[in-house]
Structures are given as structure tokens and as C-alpha cells.
């Protein structure tokens, strides 16, 4: 499975940030679109990502505040990245690896979406339903002539 497939069932919806918007805005979006994660572009180009983990570590640092900083002074500079070829396994191990939660989708220059661990689980876990479904209901329709006769 590739994360082609994810981006397919999950849909082309992308919020992204620039590095110049207040921390305070970009989290209002986070919470009125109930996402985790911006994107955070610049000229067109990824330069970043945000995520509650880099808020978190900037409240704290600001001991308590938002106030005026601004997305590029708490943003993960340099996210892990994927292509729409890569292969889940691939994605799963470099997002354990980093304990990384969210990662952009590239292809070259061009944002195509963000993958969550979420969205890996859950490609993960419906690929071993349907892999089960699919090894039970051939065993429940092998044929009789088929099965050997036991000896015991």
C-alpha cells in the first residue's frame, strides 16, 4: 500500500499557514477546523510544519502565552517528508522513528496533502479486515474434495 492510496480515500482538503501569521491565528484555525496540523508555506514552497507538540513547547516557553509569536518562530523547519509512491511500512517507520504525528505529501515542489498517524492506523487496520474477510471466506468456500482425510 502506498500512500497514494490514504490520499485517495482521505481526500485533497489542505489548510496551510504562512511563517509571518501570529501563533494565536494559526490555532484558531487548528481549533475551528479541528485539525492537528498546518502546512506552512511561503512562496509556494513547504517550509514548515505546525503542529499542538510545537505549540505546546512555544506556550510553555512563553511561559504561559501565545502573545504575538508568530508561526515561523515555533514551526518544525524541517518536517519529515513523503511522496505519494512511498509505501506505508516506509511511513510508519520514519514517523515511530521521529515520533512524528503529521507528515506533508510532496510531489517535488508540490504540496498534495498530510498524512497523520492516524490516517496510517487506520489504512493499516482496514487492509488486515479486508485480508481477513478475504482468507475466511475462502476457507469457508474450499472445496470438500480438497481436504485431506485424517487419520486420527
Request: hydrophobic share 45%; with cysteine.
Amino acid at each position: 500500500m502506498k500512500v497514494s492510496d490514504i490520499l485517495r480515500v482521505k481526500g485533497s482538503t489542505l489548510y496551510t499557514v504562512t511563517p509571518e501569521e501570529t501563533l494565536a491565528k494559526a490555532l484558531d484555525a487548528m481549533s475551528e477546523k479541528d485539525i492537528g496540523s498546518l502546512v506552512v508555506m511561503e512562496n509556494g514552497n513547504l517550509v514548515g510544519m505546525l503542529t499542538f507538540r510545537e505549540v505546546i513547547q512555544q506556550v510553555v516557553k512563553n511561559k504561559g502565552s501565545v502573545g504575538t509569536t508568530l508561526v515561523r518562530a515555533a514551526m518544525d523547519s524541517a518536517p519529515l517528508i513523503c511522496d505519494v509512491e512511498t509505501e506505508l511500512d516506509e511511513v510508519r517507520r520514519m514517523m515511530l522513528e521521529r515520533h512524528a504525528r503529521y507528515m506533508p505529501v510532496m510531489d517535488a515542489k508540490t504540496l498534495m496533502g498530510v498524512i497523520s498517524f492516524y490516517d496510517v492506523a487506520k489504512a493499516v487496520v482496514d487492509s488486515q479486515n479486508f485480508e481477513n474477510k478475504m482468507l475466511k471466506a475462502y476457507i469457508r468456500d474450499w472445496p470438500e474434495d480438497d481436504v485431506p482425510d485424517s487419520k486420527f
